[in-house]
């Protein structure tokens, strides 16, 4: 297998857009809008991620659209800083193995967007870096803030710290976070000693949010044969935005979007934060339906992810 870049022109739905593969995964990157990353998949199988439909009549606007994918923000939501719109073209440029997206400058909060790809050269993994750099004149506080939008009729699984038997600790060791408009006897959500699950539902009437101090690096998505993973690293001594989550997890009845955090930043003029994430898509039989199924299908996780960090290197 061999990293390859191939540019597409005149895709219907994305005009110019870059497909970039290694003979077993492709992932899909428009030209015209971004940074995105609109499609991660088994080659000439379906696409995990969620695509709005008729996306190119918001190329160009001034008005912030979802389009799908995967995109960058920065953290804490709000929102006229988060909904900056990224509808103009991006720039590409690459290495021997590596892609990046360039966003141009935003011109209200003066932060540059920049996705890095690292595509490993066999097997199923993706190393994603996401940086915010600090364009402006004064230091900023913010956190990188990574958002996969997945396709519909799957389960979102957050894994929560093993149990410690009472008297063996006596303070709290995680945390489940919980949006003011979420409820929580909504029958999507489901909490046990292992997991928090939310299931995507179509017919869902109200979107609900979770997130979670997620100290074991990673969170999933099971959609039909597939499971999404995304590894991460969980700093203890980080402070994290939205009461401390690093994972957090959004469903509405079209979509459901898991996300990542970095711990809160002080970046000054030039510096720039980097949140990693690395990926891994599996196959499975089918979308698992209760802790022991899930215990199953995640044992491909057997090894650490490597450190995530944050530097000031890039000017």
Excluded at 79 to 104: A, C, F, G, M, W
Excluded at 161 to 170: A, G, R, V, W
């Amino acid at each position: 297998m061999e990293f390859k870049i191939q540019q597409i022109r005149d895709n219907k739905k994305w005009g110019n857009l870059i497909l970039l593969s290694n003979g077993n995964i492709e992932l899909e990157i428009p030209m015209v809008i971004g940074p995105r990353i609109t499609a991660f998949r088994f080659i000439g199988e379906n696409n995990i991620f969620y695509e709005e439909p008729e996306v190119n009549k918001y190329f160009h606007s001034r008005e912030w659209f979802p389009y799908g994918g995967h995109r960058l923000w920065h953290a804490p939501e709000v929102i006229h800083r988060s909904y900056y719109p990224d509808n103009q073209p991006v720039k590409i440029e690459q290495t021997e193995n590596t892609l990046s997206i360039i966003q141009d400058i935003e011109e209200t909060t003066h932060i540059q967007k920049i996705i890095r790809i690292h595509l490993e050269t066999n097997g199923q993994n993706v190393h994603v870096d996401h940086i915010l750099i600090n364009k402006g004149m004064w230091p900023i506080e913010l956190a990188g803030w990574a958002l996969s939008m997945m396709g519909p009729g799957g389960k979102a699984v957050i894994p929560l710290p093993e149990k410690i038997p009472f008297p063996e600790e006596l303070q709290p060791n995680h945390s489940i976070n919980v949006w003011p408009y979420t409820n929580l006897e909504d029958e999507r959500i489901r909490i046990s000693n292992q997991f928090v699950t939310i299931n995507q539902n179509p017919q869902a009437q109200l979107p609900i949010k979770i997130g979670a101090n997620c100290q074991n690096n990673w969170v999933g998505y099971f959609m039909k044969n597939y499971l999404f993973i995304k590894k991460i690293n969980f700093d203890k001594n980080g402070i994290y935005p939205d009461l401390g989550s690093c994972v957090e997890v959004f469903t509405d009845n079209n979509m459901l979007e898991i996300e990542t955090l970095s711990p809160l930043q002080t970046i000054a003029q030039g510096e720039a934060i980097i949140h990693q994430e690395e990926w891994q898509l599996w196959k499975v039989s089918e979308i698992p339906t209760n802790d022991q199924e899930i215990s199953a299908a995640i044992k491909v996780i057997i090894y650490p992810p490597k450190k995530i960090f944050c530097y000031n290197e890039i000017t």
